[in-house]
């Protein structure tokens, strides 16, 4: 089984750039989040789908962050203007829908680098 | 979700247990604990959870203590692939819309 597929590994940009990330669940998997985690720190939620619908996104900085999952499979996590503080890993997890361990697997992240 | 706390950090010799300390003290009734482990430049991975009996698998065991204010996981022949952050999370049971709230971790350092 294929795990959790995120893209690209690592990025550098300029503050006020934007930058987009682009995960891909394992298959069948209806729930799947992204996570923020900053060097030194645990990963913060950002965003939970289930299937093409956003079940909670409380903590996501709207005013410059979007995400999507328009076909309740791949998502895309968008950061427009970028700023210094957005450096950080980016990791995009899934969940298979009545799991009796509730497991997320997550992938191996995307690294942002904001100069 | 009830908050957890662990030491910043830990050592352990290569082929000794491993016992990792959570305090969650708020957990609720319905309030599984969790851990998860993240080796350096990977996502997090399950190792483990439970509801109130211990727990154990390939990869570690999980004593929560009888009022379920602590636990412990054990990894009982640490090896130096076990060198991480060990992640304990409380969560709620409802199945409908979990989430994991994640702390700092501990992290452990296993030596030769």
């Known amino acids: 089984e294929a795990g959790v597929a995120q893209s690209p590994r690592y990025k550098i940009i300029e503050k006020r750039q934007s930058v987009a990330f682009w995960c891909n669940p394992i298959s069948g998997h209806a729930t799947l989040y992204w996570y923020q985690q900053i060097l030194g720190q645990g990963p913060k939620l950002l965003i939970q789908?289930?299937?093409?619908?956003?079940?909670?996104d409380s903590q996501l900085p709207k005013d410059r962050f979007s995400a999507e999952r328009l076909k309740g499979v791949d998502s895309t996590l968008k950061i427009q203007p970028a700023k210094l503080e957005d450096s950080a890993v980016y990791l995009c997890a899934s969940r298979r829908a009545g799991s009796p361990t509730g497991e997320l697997f997550f992938g191996e992240g995307s690294r942002l680098t904001v100069l | 979700d009830a908050k957890t706390t662990q030491p910043p950090s830990m050592d352990c010799a290569e082929g000794r247990a491993a016992n990792l300390p959570c305090n969650h003290s708020?957990?609720?009734?319905?309030?599984?604990v969790y851990w998860y482990r993240q080796i350096h430049s990977q996502g997090p991975q399950y190792i483990i959870h439970?509801?109130?009996n211990n727990e154990t698998n390939e990869m570690a065991s999980l004593i929560i203590t009888e009022d379920r204010k602590s636990s412990t996981l054990i990894l009982p022949h640490a090896t130096l692939r076990d060198t991480a952050v060990y992640y304990c999370i409380v969560r709620s049971g409802n199945t409908g819309f979990q989430k994991l709230v994640f702390g700092t971790g501990t992290r452990l350092l296993v030596s030769p």
């Open positions: 789908f289930q299937n093409n619908g956003v079940v909670d």
């Open positions: 439970g509801l109130k």
């Open positions: 708020t957990i609720s009734g319905n309030e599984y």
